[in-house]
Every structure is written in C-alpha cells, then in structure tokens.
C-alpha cells in the first residue's frame, strides 16, 4: 500500500480522533440509525478524554453519511475540531470504532483499503472483445476492440480450397488475439489496473494471454467461464482475494529469504519491536510487514515530535534529546516513520505463514 495519502495526518500534532464505520447495511432504518451511531461514536471519543470541538466534527462528518450509498465504509481522521482525512473503505470494517490517541490510528486502513485491486475484466470472442472495469465501489464499461470481421468459423470439409480458408481463419484469430491483448496492455496502463481477468473459450483466453506483454503475465488470470458470459461479483471478488493472497505470500517469501544473513553477515530483514524501531530511527525500512492480529502491533512504544523519534521505552528517547513524548501503538507508530521515509505497508493476513514473528516485520533498505 502507498501510504503517500496520509502526509496530511502527519503535518499536525496529535492527539486524534480515529473514526471506522460501516456503510454497508442500507435499509430503510438506515439514516436513523446512522444518526444514534454518529452520537454514540462522539460520546466514546469524550469518554477516551477527546475535545469538545473534535467530537463534534467527527459527528457532524458522520451525520452527514445518513444517506451515503457507499458500499463498504468511511474512516475519519480528525483533531482540533477538522477533519482531516476521511479515506472511503474498500472493505467494511468488523465493527464501528472510534479511538483518541497521540497519534492516529491508521493500521486498520491495510486491511480495509489497502490491498483494493482494481480489476479489467476482458470478455474475449474470436471477434475481438469488451472491458469492464471492476472496482469496491462497482462496475463501469472501459473500452471495446474490435478485429477483423472475416473470416472467423471453421468449415469441416478436407478440400484444397476449404484448407487455405482454414488457414485464413487461423490468421484471424490470431490477429484478433494480438489485436485485444494490445488494447488491454493500454487499458491496464490508463487505468492502473492490479488485475486482468479474461473470460471467453479456453483457446480465446489463452491466446491473448500468450500475447500480452511479460510484464502483465503475473497480473492476468483466466476465469473458467464461457463465452459471453459476465462474471458475478462473487466471481471477481473470488479473484481479488486470491491476487491480494499471492501478493502477501510472494512479499513473506521475500521477508524469508531476506531474514537470513548475506555473506556479509547481514540481513536484509528484520523483525520484532526493537529491531524495528532502531530501523525506523535509521530511516531504512523499505516495506513494513504487519499482521494486524500479531500481539506486538499493539505493544506499547514511545514517541516523540518527529517521526524517527521512536522508542522502546521512554528513558531512551530522553537519551536521543527528545524531553516530549507519549506513549502510541507500535504499528501506527512504524507507519507514520514509514510516511515520512516513502516506504510502503502490506497487511500479510491473507497469507499463511505465521511470519513476521510478532506480526511486524520489514524489508531494509540497506542491511
């Protein structure tokens, strides 16, 4: 995940108001509803010791989601009455929740917008083929390319004449091949798609796979459905899944790998709480690994103004020069030192492996 979107959460000093909530139900219950949880989450935030004016910020900014379409959810940032960012969610959060803290709590966004693929689907014909693109937030046409018309179909005679018309339909399909796997190399590039689901007949789809561009090979898979058909949501969602599961798992091989010393005797990886902060001070995190359920990105570290002041205990960040701190979660923590360094953060839940040991871990920079 890019983390670039949340420079403006760390532009002013905390403390924070951080807001999750859940958009997804809609009923005709819903604006009321969505009303008694605007107040019910403002009064949490008193309750944690938040400000009068950034309680009701964030519930104005709430009640004014009453009537919101939105498919999945919102999170609010706010502090010293504005609200700062208000990210929409590519995923609904589990529960509503609201925190008031030194710093904000910007963790959840990995799961729940940060691994998002946006997705071409190509509905493939020997004719050519239609793009949809697929996103959290729904469906809109991209594009249509169209081959040569003539000829397309097979006859099943042996005569001589009928062969060499067999063969013109085979440079057909081969044009019309190239000709499709071009536009969606395009399409994929103006769109920044992660994801490009090909659906038609096996020939079909293979085809314009073979023909797309090495670089979009790992992005591309083939959906096991007919020509002409439109794939469900399920059907993408299912696709989305199984892209962001590959991803965590080609990064935790990586971190693997990484872990172990060089010939140097160094490694290229690093994990637990103290070795990532001294990271974090040494700006030399790449990308920050979190699994959010691991018990070390809610352990408590120590934090100064500045993002690399970063501690495991407070009496260090004194030795450091710092005479400020407060106490803050040690995966927001890592992340704002990942903001102000340009590293990126991946949620590895979707994986298996058990790694980062803690559930935070980071590809270095340097060893």
């Not at 139900?25 to 938040?50: D, F, N, S, V």
């Not at 400000?51 to 900014?61: L, M, Q």
């Not at 501690?311 to 704002?336: C, F, H, M, Y």
């Amino acid at each position: 995940m890019d983390l670039a979107f949340l420079h403006p959460l760390y532009e002013h000093p905390g403390p924070w108001a951080s807001v999750y909530v859940d958009t997804s139900r809609h009923t005709e219950g819903t604006p009321h509803e969505r009303h008694l949880t605007a107040q019910a989450l403002a009064r949490e935030l008193a309750g944690q010791g938040c400000d009068e004016a950034t309680c009701g910020a964030v519930r104005s900014a709430l009640e004014e989601l009453a009537h919101s379409s939105e498919p999945n959810g919102r999170a609010l940032f706010a502090r010293a009455g504005e609200v700062v960012l208000d990210p929409s969610l590519a995923r609904a959060p589990l529960r509503d929740s609201a925190l008031w803290a030194p710093l904000p709590h910007t963790a959840p966004l990995l799961e729940l917008a940060g691994e998002d693929p946006v997705c071409v689907v190509a509905y493939i014909d020997r004719r050519g083929a239609d793009f949809e693109l697929r996103t959290a937030l729904g469906r809109r046409d991209a594009g249509t390319v169209s081959g040569r018309q003539h000829p397309i179909h097979r006859t099943s005679t042996v005569d001589w004449s009928e062969r060499r018309f067999q063969l013109k339909v085979e440079n057909t399909w081969e044009h019309n091949a190239t000709e499709v796997a071009d536009a969606l190399a395009v399409c994929q590039e103006e769109t920044g798609a992660d994801l490009l689901i090909l659906v038609g007949d096996d020939r079909e789809r293979r085809a314009v796979h073979d023909r797309l561009p090495r670089r979009l090979h790992e992005r591309a898979v083939e959906a096991p459905h007919g020509s002409g058909s439109r794939l469900l949501d399920e059907d993408v969602e299912q696709a989305r899944a199984e892209h962001v599961r590959r991803r965590a798992e080609r990064e935790l091989e990586r971190f693997l790998a990484a872990r172990e010393p060089g010939e140097d005797g160094r490694a290229g990886a690093v994990e637990g709480v103290p070795a990532l902060v001294e990271a974090a001070r040494e700006h030399r995190i790449d990308e920050l690994l979190i699994r959010p359920d691991g018990p070390d990105a809610h352990r408590e570290v120590w934090i100064g103004e500045d993002p690399d002041q970063l501690a495991v205990r407070r009496t260090d960040l004194k030795i450091l020069g710092e005479q400020n701190s407060w106490p803050a979660r040690a995966d927001d923590a890592l992340i704002r030192s990942a903001v102000a360094t340009g590293a990126v953060a991946l949620s590895v839940t979707p994986a298996t492996d058990d790694s980062p040991s803690g559930g935070l871990g980071a590809l270095l920079r340097w060893a």
